[in-house]
């Protein structure tokens, strides 16, 4: 199992203390929808105490990776183990009710026919009945819900059904929750404001976690860890700076922000693109014709209207503090430029356009990164120069 | 917050989770159940002195057929032709007390056909109250005689048509009116948009009234036997009673459930409905159409028709109710039938539920064969008439178990057999509400498959369970071919008297026990629309 590197604030400290056993762990898990695999020989470990997100487009296989962990599908080939027990795979399958593992549900799925109090209590059966009670009392102070225990589900917000699903899966103490789509059903505000209280619930309970989602931005701000999954495959793990910075594959890159894809030819100066050159190094390829694709996003390109410039703008995209240009380079290719209110520029209007990003931009080659550095740029100017 | 989104249940994949077998085992005993009248019956004929082919052939079988299919076109045509108008005028136009006459119309679908069977011979009968109120005028002594197709046609309209009435006005509620108002912002006038936007967007619902209908008239036992007409039930139940030729009366029961399951298929195919409202825009009502001068027409139509549907039942009813009083009958007398119906009702509606529910929870919720296997099972029993069911069971009960044979038993089993789709319907409209994640959840918080059925899904289903129930209930308290036919002897229900009565034509008796069904399918229709405006 790896662990991820520990230069991260608190909070995320919780998963470093060395090689501990994962909690959940898929080995070479395949789950086929007639000829369709919705999970392609995927392996992945969590943590003791991590919250790892699966990112991914719809229809990229992360719930069904979700389901496979609670036990609602049968993994066609692979292991699933849980807290150190193959719990399917091998011969082996325990039913979802054996596996200690708690879900929260896109729709929350909480029992409209009973209260809060009674859906906590719900998977409390086995503890003693003397028990129940105070573990029951007990969750729902953690999620701040303890006031509405005699409540019923439809009488709550949205934000309190989502606290009240939550603390419903942590009463039996499981060995990790899962959580599918976990913020889909709020709005916007509502939202952010119940995603830093999940993350602040999860902590406290120091409790690992799973979560699904396709939404780029909670993702990185909730997973100690984040899986992009694309098309049943994983297409990379690691600490949100490692996927946002140094995206492995094409699909991780263009799966964060908007990014544009810039071809480039690698020379002995760097890179030289149809923006021009960006001065940077790359690992020497294997193979091919030195063809790359770098990865462009709109606060790498710098505009600047010029009367005799290569560009041209197709389009502003006003956003309040910043403007975002749809710029057309001489080849028809349209990168994004973000440029703060002050800079107005009309629709048709003649740019210099330039990538000048300040980093070493991600760098691709049939859709694999490459290693990047920076190069030493041989004369100052030589960089400032590099303008299309 | 946005409303739940229910995840498509697992039907169809691969390997899911298995199916347990607390369900699967009940589920093979209930399909057991249900395919055991038609395999018996296949037995039976196939064990027959002469070949199955030469009983197929003779002259009889086909016009008998040629009857029944005459009979069943002719009644779905002329329902088509009265409730399609009908329903367009109560739902699209200003036609004046447009909600009064949209209760009337559906109104005579509350009236079981054996009741309206008589009420058609007492009023349009040779010497009926028609012919009574006109020979002063015209002198004549006798009307022609209605009995026979023309009685059975009307019979069967009058109290069939509104299966298509209640479908098509379904469709006219769904539909989105900006449809209509597409085709008319493309230069299309009224009468164009009609022909080729409205009523292609109706037929399928047209399509699965019709349906409807010809499946009521393939089973109908009550009117075709009171206007003495040789259908396919007609000629089972003479040939079952008579006992001339048992394994010939198995031969016609298998060709009506082939034609029964042939209608069904064709009407499924072609008839569900398959035009939905796309989009997400605001649905406003649809445009009011003003009649003009046609609106005596309309009104006269609809008066026509209500008079016919629902003036002339309840004017016979008092009629028979005021002769039996007058006869001094004794209003107690229907007190004991009473009784035996509700048991016998009671008991089959219990049953009933018990088999729907396994294969309701698996067929919903679980995929794979056997879950196929049973909506197949489901569908058959569509195509099964009351009829066919009990002269199978009678066989089979004569021959191997004698000691069920005319016992309270065997009926409620017919009983259960026969309705277990009515049971099944609302039982799996009432599941398929229920979000599968509520099950999943409480299996992830420990609970087995048939603790988190009892704790769970049960409870949320109980309205389903509760409204199917009644609806079985009710239906069961009107059955007759069934019920005639398997009632332990000295079990006369209201039904049964009613028939005796009538048929040996002391219709002033069937009054009383006449009123009690009429308030009993009344109550049942109000139930069955009441799920439809749930759905719709």
């Known amino acids: ?388 | 917050m946005r409303a739940p989104v229910a995840r498509p249940v697992a039907v169809g994949r691969g390997r899911t989770v298995p199916v347990p077998a607390f369900l699967t085992v009940p589920s093979l005993l209930v399909c057991a159940a249900v395919l055991l009248p038609v395999v018996y019956l296949v037995v039976r004929a196939a064990g027959a002195d002469e070949g199955v082919l030469e009983l197929l052939l003779r002259g009889r079988t086909a016009r008998v057929l040629l009857n029944t299919l005459l009979l069943a076109a002719a009644v779905t045509a002329t329902s088509m032709a009265v409730a399609v108008p009908l329903a367009w005028l109560t739902a699209r136009t200003d036609l004046p007390g447009a909600r009064l006459w949209s209760v009337l119309a559906a109104l005579p679908l509350v009236v079981p056909s054996y009741i309206g069977g008589f009420m058609v011979v007492t009023v349009f009968g040779p010497v009926g109250a028609l012919q009574r109120a006109l020979e002063p005028l015209t002198g004549l002594a006798r009307l022609p005689d209605i009995h026979g197709f023309a009685g059975a046609w009307l019979t069967l309209t009058l109290f069939a048509y509104p299966y298509v009435l209640l479908s098509v006005r379904a469709g006219f509620r769904g539909m989105d009116p900006s449809l209509e108002e597409a085709s008319r912002s493309l230069g299309e006038g009224e009468w164009t948009t009609f022909r080729r936007v409205t009523l292609p967007l109706l037929q399928p619902w047209i399509q699965a009234g019709a349906l409807l209908v010809a499946l009521y008239v393939l089973s109908d036992f009550g009117a075709v036997a009171i206007m003495r007409f040789e259908s396919f039930t007609t000629a089972i139940y003479l040939q079952y009673q008579t006992a001339l030729n048992r394994s010939y009366a198995a031969v016609l029961s298998l060709v009506l459930v082939a034609l029964a399951a042939v209608v069904l298929v064709l009407g499924e195919q072609r008839g569900r409905p398959r035009f939905h409202r796309l989009g997400a825009g605001a649905k406003r009502p649809a445009r009011v159409v003003a009649l003009g001068r046609w609106r005596p027409v309309a009104v006269l139509f609809c008066a026509g028709v209500a008079a016919l549907g629902v003036a002339m039942p309840v004017g016979v009813l008092a009629y028979w109710l005021a002769i039996g009083v007058q006869h001094g009958d004794a209003l107690t007398r229907v007190l004991a039938p009473t009784a035996r119906s509700v048991t016998a009702s009671a008991l089959g509606a219990g049953l009933t539920l018990l088999m729907a529910l396994p294969i309701a929870v698996l067929s919903v919720r679980h995929g794979g064969a056997l879950a196929r296997f049973t909506l197949r099972v489901m569908y058959v029993s569509y195509a099964l008439p009351g009829l066919v069911i009990a002269l199978a069971l009678v066989f089979f009960a004569a021959r191997y178990a004698p000691a069920v044979y005319q016992t309270l038993g065997l009926l409620v089993f017919a009983y259960a057999v026969h309705f277990l789709p009515q049971a099944a319907g609302p039982l799996r409209s009432a599941l398929q509400q229920v979000s599968p994640s509520q099950e999943e959840a409480a299996r992830t918080l420990g609970r087995t498959a048939p603790d988190v059925l009892w704790t769970i899904t049960l409870p949320l289903v109980r309205s389903g369970i509760v409204a199917a129930a009644a609806l079985v209930f009710l239906t069961i308290m009107k059955e007759l071919p069934a019920t005639l036919l398997l009632s332990p002897t000295g079990f006369d229900t209201l039904a049964t008297t009613i028939w005796t009565d009538a048929n040996d034509g002391r219709f002033g008796r069937t009054g009383p026990p006449a009123l009690v069904l009429l308030a009993v399918s009344s109550a049942s229709m109000w139930l069955l629309l009441g799920q439809e405006g749930r759905r719709a």
């Not at chain 1, 699933?80 to 027990?85: K, M, Q, S």
Request: net charge negative.
């Open chain 1, 1 to 388: 199992m790896s662990i991820p590197g520990t230069t991260h604030e608190t909070g995320r400290d919780r998963r470093a203390a060395g090689e501990r056993p994962a909690v959940v762990a898929l080995r070479a898990v395949t789950r086929r929808f007639g000829a369709v695999a919705a999970v392609d020989r995927l392996s992945l470990d969590v943590a003791p105490g991590e919250i790892l997100a699966l990112l991914g487009p719809s229809g990229s296989g992360k719930t069904t990776l979700l389901r496979l962990v609670a036990g609602f599908e049968r993994p066609d080939d692979g292991e699933v183990w849980i807290a150190g027990r193959r719990v399917a795979g091998g011969g082996d399958w325990v039913p979802p009710e054996a596996r200690g593992v708690g879900m929260v549900f896109q729709d929350y799925a909480l029992f409209p026919h009973l209260t809060v109090a009674e859906n906590v209590e719900f998977g409390l059966h086995c503890v003693l009945v003397a028990e129940r009670g105070p573990r029951t009392a007990e969750v729902l102070d953690l999620v701040g819900m303890r006031g509405l225990a005699a409540r019923y589900p439809h009488e709550l917000s949205g934000g309190e059904q989502q606290r009240v699903a939550l603390a419903r899966a942590l009463a039996p103490r499981p060995f990790a929750v899962l959580l599918d789509e976990p913020f889909s059903n709020l709005d916007a505000d509502l939202r952010r404001q119940v995603r830093e209280e999940v993350r602040g619930i999860l902590t406290s309970a120091g409790i690992s976690a799973v979560f699904v989602t396709h939404d780029q931005e909670e993702a990185l701000m909730l997973g100690d860890r984040v899986a992009v999954i694309n098309a049943g495959r994983l297409e990379q793990v690691g600490t949100p700076e490692e996927i946002f910075h140094a995206p492995r594959t094409r699909f991780v890159a263009g799966f964060f922000g908007r990014a544009d894809f810039l071809p480039a030819r690698v020379t002995a100066r760097g890179l030289e693109t149809e923006a021009g050159l960006v001065a940077q190094r790359v690992t020497p390829l294997a193979s091919g014709d030195g063809h790359v694709e770098l990865l462009v996003r709109p606060d790498d390109v710098t505009i600047i209207a010029a009367p005799d410039g290569a560009g041209t703008v197709l389009d502003r995209l006003f956003a309040g503090s910043e403007i975002i240009y749809r710029v057309a380079l001489p080849s028809g290719r349209v990168l994004h430029s973000r440029q703060p209110h002050t800079v107005e520029l009309p629709r048709g209007a003649r740019v210099a356009v330039r990538v000048a990003p300040g980093h070493p931009l991600a760098c691709f080659h049939n859709g694999a990164a490459l290693e990047v550095e920076a190069a030493e740029p041989s004369s100052p100017r030589e960089r400032g120069e590099a303008t299309a």
